[in-house]
């Protein structure tokens, strides 16, 4: 009974729940249908929205705190995709988001501004291009690599242009590519490659690109380009132009590639005009969405002052992309890419602030809720001193430019004259506190303006910074820092070494010699720079002399530890084991201190065993190509395994502890079944040319006793060098940075150089070399700069002898215009280089379908890697060497060796141009109580004259003698010798008598 009652009361709670639910969804429907644009416009009109205020960038300032790069403010465009896409959806809107992206672009091309298009497809004469890929072309011709390799060739050629120039170790192209990709970085090579899949970073940017569009990777970029053209997604009209479509593409795609942070605006153009602000604030109504801002832009108000110290700034690096977004930076945000701008990057690079609003429908602020300033960079400041480093840049630049005309060059110190030296084109100088460490100042010539990367480099301003001839490693590059870069033979500026080793080995600096100007050491002379210009000597010679004069016969004998115009030993300790252990103790081995700082490469201490490698690797280059077809056997065309074990084979005999001579090199190469008619060619080739000098021999010692040889040192090592005989025998490590303040003053971080004493028997010995290096500046090779200067220097020129000739800029038209010169048909000639080229072609073909068959077994790869391999084995698999000035010119130096076997490089290049000599100049001043140590190359500058004048020219600014006219105080004047004071007295009488000039006109009684 008491059920029954139950039954109707839970009937009555199910309808009043059903009535309730009902009503809901009445009220639902309402909202969503009848009331759902009232809504929606008010939601819209109360949209809130996080804006970034970009933080400035740290300021970098001179040591007395002069600015030398800062910030200024610029106007910029940007665009809110959030308020494009709210356009499309709003049926009332005046303009859709591709009429809001077309009628943008056209407004600013018509007004002449510059505006961001990273749309990666570009049109050139009706034909579709993916940026990328020119990316990653123009990648190889700046480095002179084949434009048809691979990630994995490119790499490893790489790889192999830095072990043949000393920077990598033979050995190291055994490590694990990501190991070896880790040194390269550590040594400042950046190869955009991914070695874990054997891609460049623009490919796997292509591939990430295509797929975020849901494209093929396998697309060319028409089908790309037109997929995207007719998507519905982004519905352009169909009547548009392709250029205009693509107007459309790039608003978009720059919007798209903001990712999840689609709300926050995108720069679309920079540093704009007056009148084009104007305009968009006038048409704010027909572009929703579209902003004006005014954001920090980096700004280095004197140009290319210090321009390879500072660096530039640029877009994050592709391969680098990932590790700045983790670190909070935005796709489109400027770096350090060089200099201090890279290497303070994390201390430069302020805080960015933010305003949260309150935006309508058109995406205008209706109203700021919630704000953070931004908090701007630390502040570096920088040893240098902007005044001396402007007397530095000046006079570097006034050298090279008069020296390839011979004009006089100027100055308040005394005009200089030398002779013209065309070839002299680059230069590089140093300026340290001895004591310290502490750059003063430091440039290189060419050099660049950092302002022009500062929005972004244009592709015509950076092509004008690259050499002009891109086949000489030794032309003048605007964005290498020849002083931390450059890695010169120091020729006689390092005879202090040879010079330190003897005296710590028992020499005395008294002990004379009679230099006769040469020694002839078996075929060869080995001769002072007065004999092989004149037939020369500097007679009776002690260490003193030696170095004032540049001596080389003295320093060939404290080399050898051998006087061999007696034919006697000195009795002491030396060879050229001990003058390498000087030169480490010097630093030679060593990066200065500035790897961190600004970036650096190390010079090469040479070792006696790299010159038995140095030499198996010229012959095995030698005759693998002159013994093809030698072999009464086997030839090398179809016997490559065997062929190569015979090379092998040969060569080995070079590293023997008794190399074989002519007739034990014959019986050998009989052995190996070289043809009758052969044997005496190749044993002589072999034996003469390279069995004969395989070892470290006297030679050798003599070359390395004097700077020349496999020694070569950056600037920057030479001035630390210097400065260590100046300051007593301290090694200290070269710094640019002073200090840095943080951007509220709160803290200072003072840069502290280490310094390390040298394990010297006795640094006095070091005082032996300055009273010889003081005879440089005022009798010797410095004193047609330096005579006249009026306090003490010491000082040493060097030149150093570049062996090879100049590469032509279009070595192919080279090698055609002199082929009747060698006696070959150069019709000929080409025909074989195009067959040469097929069969090259037809072997990359072979071996790039045996890669892929191999590829495609692996298990590891994915179904997209193996349906794409699939896709290329089915087609015709065909690998084209690029017609490219160095391919070209490759194989037709190759088809006229084949046409005259006996003609040789060196006279196929014997109507180049050879290199000019290098020429040196190091000082420190005072000479008896040092304070700074000034270092100067010019390459190819033939005359010391040269380098020394910009080491005055420093000297003359850090002692205040360009700043006073010349004038002396009198504390400069208590430490002149009687001699400088002179010469100084003589100087001033010859300038007042030139004021007092009578040019013909007659006094007026």
């Known amino acids: 009974m008491e059920e029954k009652k139950n039954i109707p009361r839970l009937d009555t709670i199910k309808k009043i729940v059903l009535v309730v639910f009902a009503v809901i969804l009445a009220k639902i429907l309402y909202l969503t249908t009848v009331k759902y644009q009232h809504y929606t416009e008010l939601a819209q009109s109360k949209t809130y929205k996080n804006l970034t205020i970009e933080a400035p960038r740290g300021e970098i300032r001179d040591r007395y705190g002069r600015l030398l790069a800062g910030n ?117 090579y950046y190869p955009p490659i991914l070695v874990s899949k054997w891609l460049f970073t623009a490919q796997r940017d292509k591939y990430d690109w295509l797929e975020s569009y849901d494209i093929e990777k396998t697309a060319t970029a028409r089908e790309a380009f037109l997929k995207l053209r007719n998507s519905e997604k982004l519905g352009i009209d169909k009547t548009l132009s392709d250029a205009d479509a693509r107007k459309i593409m790039l608003v978009k795609d720059l919007i798209k590639s903001q990712g999840y942070s689609q709300y926050s605006p995108v720069t679309v153009a920079k540093n704009i005009k007056e009148n084009t602000i104007a305009q968009i604030e006038e048409n704010s109504i027909n572009l929703p969405g579209v902003t004006v801002d005014s954001q920090p832009v980096r700004y280095y108000p004197n140009k290319e002052l210090a321009s390879h110290v500072l660096g530039y700034l640029g877009k994050i690096p592709s391969v680098k992309v990932d590790e700045y977004l983790e670190k909070g930076y935005n796709k489109d945000d400027m770096v350090g890419l060089s200099g201090i701008e890279k290497y303070y990057e994390n201390q430069l690079r302020g805080e960015d602030g933010y305003k949260q609003v309150q935006v309508d429908a058109f995406g205008r602020i209706s109203g700021e809720i919630d704000s953070k300033d931004p908090v701007s960079g630390d502040t570096v400041y920088l040893s240098f001193d902007l005044e001396l480093q402007k007397v530095a840049q000046d006079a570097l630049k006034q050298v090279v430019i008069k020296a390839q005309s011979g004009a006089t060059l100027k100055s308040k110190l005394g005009d ?29 010539y060419p050099d660049f303006d950092p302002n022009k990367f500062a929005n972004g480099i244009s592709e015509e301003d950076y092509k004008a910074l690259q050499p002009e001839n891109q086949n000489d490693t030794l032309a003048p590059n605007a964005l290498i820092n020849l002083a931390t870069h450059g890695a010169f033979q120091p020729g006689s500026a390092f005879k202090m070494v040879t010079g330190m080793a003897a005296l710590e080995s028992g020499l005395d600096p008294n002990y004379t010699i009679n230099d006769p100007g040469v020694i002839k050491f078996g075929a060869k002379t080995f001769g002072d720079y007065v004999w092989n210009h004149g037939r020369g000597n500097h007679g009776r010679t002690n260490l003193y002399k030696a170095i004032q004069e540049s001596c080389n016969i003295y320093f060939f004998t404290l080399g050898t530890g051998k006087n061999w115009m007696l034919n006697k030993d000195l009795g002491i300790d030396m060879g050229a084991e001990k003058i390498l252990k000087y030169a480490k103790m010097f630093g030679f081995d060593k990066k200065v201190g500035l790897d961190d700082e600004i970036g650096e490469s190390e010079g090469k201490v040479p070792n006696t065993e790299d010159k038995l490698k140095s030499v198996q690797s010229m012959l095995r280059a030698d005759i693998d190509k002159k013994m093809a077809n030698v072999f009464t056997d086997i030839t090398r065309a179809k016997n490559r395994e065997e062929y190569e074990k015979r090379i092998d084979k ?109 394990n010297f028997k006795n640094p006095e010995s070091l005082k032996e070399l300055t009273k010889g290096m003081k005879l440089v500046a005022t009798k010797g090779t410095g004193a047609k700069v330096m005579s006249s200067f009026p306090i003490p220097v010491a000082a040493k020129t060097g030149s150093a002898e570049m062996t090879g000739k100049i590469p032509t800029a279009n070595e192919y038209q080279y090698l055609k215009s002199h082929a009747s010169s060698y006696g070959i048909d150069i019709r000929q000639a080409e025909k074989l280089a195009e067959q040469l080229k097929a069969k090259k072609e037809k072997e990359l073909s072979e071996a790039k379908k045996k890669e892929l068959q191999a590829k495609l077994k692996d298990k590891s790869i994915t179904e997209e890697e193996k349906e794409d391999i699939e896709k290329q084995l089915a087609g015709k698999i065909e690998v084209k060497l690029e017609d490219t000035d160095k391919i070209n010119a490759q194989y037709l130096r190759k088809a006229m060796k084949e046409l005259k076997p006996d003609l040789t490089d060196e006279q ?74 002179q010469r100084y007295q003589e100087k001033k009488q010859q300038e007042e008598s030139e004021k007092q000039v009578n040019y013909g006109v007659k006094p007026i009684n």
């Open 72 to 188: 200024k403010n610029q106007f910029a465009v940007k665009i809110s995709g959030d308020s494009l896409n709210k356009q499309d959806k709003d049926k009332d809107s005046k303009a859709s988001s591709n009429e809001i992206a077309l009628n943008l672009i056209n407004l600013l091309e018509k007004n002449g501004e510059e505006y961001v298009d990273e749309f990666p497809i570009y049109v050139e004469n009706g034909k579709y291009f993916y940026t990328y890929d020119k990316e990653i072309n123009d990648y190889k011709k700046e480095n002179n690599i084949p434009l048809k390799y691979n990630a994995k060739q490119t790499f490893y050629k790489i790889v192999d242009d830095l072990i043949a120039n000393g920077t990598l170790e033979s050995s190291d192209r055994d490590l694990d590519p990501v190991d070896l990709q880790s040194k390269l970085n550590e040594k400042g």
């Open 416 to 444: 200089v004259s030398a002779s013209a030296v065309p070839k002299a084109k680059s230069g590089a100088i140093i300026a340290i506190d001895v004591k310290t460490g502490d750059t003063l100042a430091m440039a290189s």
């Open 650 to 758: 040969i060569v080995s005999w070079a590293a023997e502890d008794e190399t074989p001579g002519r007739v034990e090199a014959m019986n050998r190469l009989k052995e190996l079944k070289v043809k009758e008619d052969k044997v005496e060619e190749i044993a002589d080739l072999i034996v003469y040319s390279y069995f004969n000098s395989a070892k470290w021999g006297t030679g050798d010692t003599f070359n390395l006793s004097i700077g020349q040889g496999e020694n070569a040192y950056t600037p920057a090592q030479v001035a630390r060098y210097v400065a260590a005989i100046a300051n007593g025998g301290y090694l200290v490590d070269i710094s640019v940075v002073d200090k840095i303040v943080s951007s509220d003053y709160s803290s200072v971080t003072i840069d502290e150089n280490k310094k390390e004493k040298i």
């Open 908 to 981: 196929i290049d014997r109507f180049k141009d050879d290199y000019g000599t290098f020429t040196w100049s190091v000082a420190f001043a005072p000479a008896d109580d040092p304070e700074i140590a000034v270092v100067c190359v010019i390459p190819q500058g033939d005359s010391s004259i040269y380098s020394m004048f910009p080491v005055r020219e420093v000297l003359g600014q850090y002692f205040g003698l360009l700043s006073n006219n010349g004038q002396l105080t009198e504390e400069q004047k208590k430490n002149m010798t009687k001699e400088q004071e």
